[in-house]
């Protein structure tokens, strides 16, 4: 019986969280510059940020998606990671890492890894609920291995950002 009331007060803290929780959608448009090669990518994104505007630390998560217009093919990724946040009347500064989990398939250069990575940006907060702003995001080098070649996975991105709180 303690474990089922422990249970049900858990998902019941859970549930009011989420309720209280502010969430951030951002939208990113940009450029990867390639670490291992001179190709510089179009990059797009989405992300969320969520939690208690009191929180110290916000779990984010992230989609992104770079391709080569002129060649053909793709790199995708999905992070996980912590977020903090310094907010002013106009301004709101992020800092965020963790890790992120990349697919290439460019040809027949087709692998994956899971690497970490850092960003920071500034966004100018235009209204209550949305802002514009720049992101600056680099993951970490990392190599995938294709019929005994490695090719190197990790970037530097610097993406306009489009913010709104829900």
Same mark, same amino acid.
């Given at each position: @019986?303690?474990?089922?009331?422990?249970?049900?007060?858990?998902?019941?803290?859970?549930?009011?969280?989420?309720?209280?929780? /502010?969430?951030?959608?951002?939208?990113?448009?940009?450029?990867?510059?390639?670490?291992?090669?001179?190709?510089?990518?179009?990059?797009?994104?989405?992300?969320?940020?969520?939690?208690?505007?009191?929180?110290?630390?916000?779990?984010?998560?992230?989609?992104?998606?770079?391709? %080569?217009? =002129?060649?053909?093919? /793709?790199?995708?990724? =999905?992070?996980?990671?912590?977020?903090?946040?310094?907010?002013?009347?106009?301004?709101?500064?992020?800092?965020?890492?963790?890790?992120?989990? =990349?697919?290439?398939?460019? &040809?027949?250069? /087709?692998?994956?890894?899971?690497?970490?990575?850092?960003?920071?940006?500034?966004?100018?907060?235009?209204?209550?609920?949305?802002?514009?702003?720049? %992101?600056?995001?680099?993951?970490?080098?990392?190599? =995938?291995?294709?019929? &005994?070649?490695?090719?190197?996975?990790?970037?530097? /991105?610097?993406?306009?950002? @489009?913010?709104?709180?829900?």
């Amino acid at each position: @019986m303690r474990y089922k009331a422990g249970l049900l007060t858990v998902l019941l803290g859970a549930g009011v969280t989420a309720v209280q929780a /502010q969430v951030n959608l951002g939208l990113l448009t940009g450029f990867r510059d390639e670490s291992d090669s001179e190709d510089r990518l179009a990059a797009v994104g989405f992300t969320a940020d969520f939690g208690r505007s009191a929180w110290v630390l916000r779990p984010e998560i992230g989609i992104f998606a770079s391709f %080569d217009p =002129i060649f053909g093919g /793709q790199e995708t990724e =999905i992070s996980l990671g912590l977020l903090h946040s310094w907010t002013r009347p106009k301004v709101r500064l992020n800092l965020g890492a963790g890790l992120t989990s =990349i697919s290439s398939d460019f &040809g027949f250069n /087709q692998g994956a890894a899971t690497v970490g990575y850092v960003h920071g940006g500034a966004e100018w907060l235009r209204e209550e609920r949305a802002s514009l702003g720049l %992101d600056l995001r680099y993951v970490g080098d990392s190599e =995938i291995e294709v019929d &005994g070649t490695s090719f190197g996975v990790g970037y530097l /991105q610097a993406a306009f950002r @489009m913010t709104w709180k829900l």
